[in-house]
């Protein structure tokens, strides 16, 4: 009888053949190939949420940034 292996994202055992080792800021942990394909169609997965919505915050905070210093170049041409 061949032994489970815990995977960390649906916190059960699976057959480690149906698994994958994936390296976490925890160290390595074993997940399900099933659970790592569903949260690529399903790119707002709690894994790599936070990090993507801080990333999505610099983004807009440098946008906005670079609209107001448009905005300013256009009303001084305007004048
Ligand atoms: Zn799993």
Redesign the pocket.
Do not use: I, K
């Given at each position: 009888m061949k032994s489970k292996v815990y995977?960390y994202?649906?916190m059960?055992y699976?057959h480690p053949e149906t698994?994958r080792q994936m390296q976490t800021p925890r160290g390595k942990r074993w997940?399900?190939i099933?659970?790592i394909e569903a949260a690529q169609n399903h790119p707002d997965e709690r894994d790599a949420f936070g990090e993507r919505q801080s990333e999505l915050n610099r983004a807009m905070a440098r946008s906005s940034q670079e609209q107001r210093i448009f905005e300013r170049r256009l009303q001084t041409l305007s004048c």
């Open positions: 995977c994202h649906c059960t699976h698994m997940r399900c099933r659970s």
